[in-house]
């Protein structure tokens, strides 16, 4: 660990998804002469949520078909009010523009012979999801970037956001293949590393079971906390319902193609468009699942347009799962699962909270995409508050110098990841993330309860004071699993405060409490929102009211 390399940007940008690939781009166009670096913990070309293809731009305001203020209305619908309406009316005003940019790039869009778009409703009000046949999606914008002019720092962790009185001036990264630690000094920063998929503990034994990327440890969020930022919806404990014993979705892509949902008891369960909410309510709650997709009814074109859009655009890999398991979409059924419970700002409303900017309570701290608090965002959210704020970022750096980096932090790391490669011990670092995955999955994953989110909190604690003794961390790959499982305790710690907090059912089944089954809009009708406190471990709580458009 003695290895230190020191490098300069005007801008730099962890993480290298859709959010952060876009951010990257749009900083360039603003000004070519900005020094842009993304750090980007696997390889950027096919990293993040969208690692290849994607079917549809989840929110288009398309213009003579929705608005952005029936867009607003509708997502506060799906947040059962908790949500801040600026930034998602700047993400929705913006949308229909980002869609003609990525057709400029050459992005499929399918039109019908009359040149119309094929619009899907899958909000509660308006049609906003318009459907893409881009098999090579995330190469296209990787491509962008490289050629914009973007430098990629890949297999490079971001562990630390650095500041000087107050401001941002930097980050600490790891090399996870040499071990090298490389200190990126920069005017701003924009964290768009995703969120905690890899949170709780999936039924097939796996250490991995969401379709999110399988590096996202909420490394962000930890990053933005640790640096003194807010976080918010820490308690909207999110279960995806995909495909059995594959991280690959299929609920979305049959429904708005006519594709049935039955449940256990072949009760049809997809009329008026069933959220992954009610699908998981019905399999836990009403104990009625697993539930099924049948495809046999449609037409071959309609089969063939579902199989062409999991087999390519999502991945080879779903067509060889679906021949192992004589799974015939013309004759047979394909079984659901829900997954295990995860915190997601695109397809939830986890995050650091940011205003209509991108701009956290931090100077020169923005975030995007998933880690960034746009609630339920989906792809157009990535993009959009990516462009956002390199926008906000690129306008600070402006006229700014590099402050100095203080030292302290630097070498405070260094002893600690020192300390950290001298640990040995009979325990792997994967036996240790499972056992506390499998924690989680027991007392944080709805439904909840005072006993449970104490129990949760009583056993991060042992957690975090067994990673200075219990895990083996004998190589690069141990140590940077190391800081990862470090996010995962303390997004774990927060996840289970918020949720103690918040004394009401919302979201239901996320946010099921068994102990108040209610949901009760007069008392809590308002954001959850920590921030770390003046002594180590301490968390502040706080209640912030909705922010209105009007406001």
Request: aromatic fraction near 8%; include cysteine; glycine fraction near 8%.
């Amino acid at each position: 660990m003695n290895n230190k390399t020191v490098i300069e940007c005007d801008v730099l940008i962890i993480g290298g998804g859709s959010a952060g690939s876009m951010a990257g781009i749009r900083a360039k166009e603003l000004n070519p002469d900005c020094k842009v670096i993304i750090m980007e913990k696997g390889d950027a070309k096919y990293s993040g949520c969208i690692a290849r293809g994607m079917d549809a731009l989840n929110i288009v305001a398309v213009p003579g078909v929705s608005t952005p203020e029936l867009y607003v209305e509708s997502n506060s619908i799906a947040c059962d009010g908790i949500m801040d309406e600026p930034v998602n009316y700047k993400m929705a005003e913006r949308s229909w523009g980002m869609m003609q940019k990525l057709i400029s790039w050459g992005v499929c869009f399918p039109t019908d012979e009359n040149g119309e778009y094929d619009i899907l409703q899958v909000h509660p009000k308006g049609k906003f999801c318009v459907t893409m046949k881009e098999p090579n999606l995330k190469v296209i914008i990787h491509k962008r970037a490289i050629d914009s002019g973007v430098r990629f720092l890949n297999r490079t962790m971001g562990i630390q956001v650095l500041t000087q009185d107050g401001r941002v001036t930097g980050v600490i990264g790891l090399n996870v293949r040499t071990g090298e630690m490389i200190v990126v000094r920069a005017k701003s920063v924009i964290l768009s590393s995703g969120g905690v998929a890899r949170f709780g503990l999936p039924n097939s034994g796996h250490l991995y079971g969401v379709y999110d990327y399988p590096g996202n440890t909420g490394d962000g969020y930890m990053m933005a906390y640790r640096a003194g930022a807010e976080v918010s919806g820490f308690e909207y404990t999110m279960v995806l319902y995909i495909t059995k014993d594959i991280n690959a979705p299929l609920l979305y892509i049959a429904l708005t193609r006519g594709g049935h949902v039955l449940n256990a008891h072949n009760e049809r369960r997809d009329k008026n468009y069933p959220s992954l909410k009610t699908l998981f309510h019905e399999h836990m709650f009403e104990r009625s699942g697993p539930m099924r997709i049948e495809l046999k009814h449609l037409p071959e074109n309609k089969i063939k347009e579902i199989e062409n859009l999991l087999f390519t655009t999502e991945r080879p890999a779903c067509e060889r799962f679906h021949q192992g398991r004589d799974n015939d979409f013309r004759t047979g059924e394909i079984e659901l699962w829900p997954t295990e419970v995860l915190l997601c700002g695109g397809h939830g409303l986890t995050g650091v909270r940011i205003n209509e900017n991108a701009e956290t309570n931090i100077p020169g701290l923005y975030s995007a995409g998933d880690t960034a608090l746009c609630a339920r965002g989906h792809l157009t959210g990535a993009f959009v508050i990516g462009e956002v704020a390199a926008e906000a970022a690129v306008e600070y750096t402006a006229n700014r110098n590099h402050q100095k980096i203080d030292n302290t932090p630097i070498t405070a790391f260094l002893n600690h990841c020192e300390k950290r490669m001298e640990m040995r011990s009979d325990v792997s670092i994967d036996e240790f993330e499972f056992k506390i995955r499998r924690i989680i999955g027991d007392y944080i994953q709805p439904p909840k309860n005072e006993y449970k989110l104490n129990r949760a909190l009583w056993w991060m604690d042992r957690f975090r004071e067994e990673m200075h003794t219990v895990p083996n961390i004998s190589s690069t790959r141990d140590l940077f699993k190391s800081f990862e499982i470090d996010n995962i305790i303390d997004c774990a710690t927060l996840s289970a405060i918020a949720s103690k907090e918040r004394k009401e059912t919302r979201w239901s089944p996320w946010h099921f409490r068994t102990d108040y089954p209610e949901q009760d809009d007069t008392n809590w009708l308002k954001h959850i929102v920590l921030s770390q406190g003046s002594e180590l471990g301490q968390v502040n709580v706080e209640y912030k009211e909705i922010i209105k458009m009007n406001q």
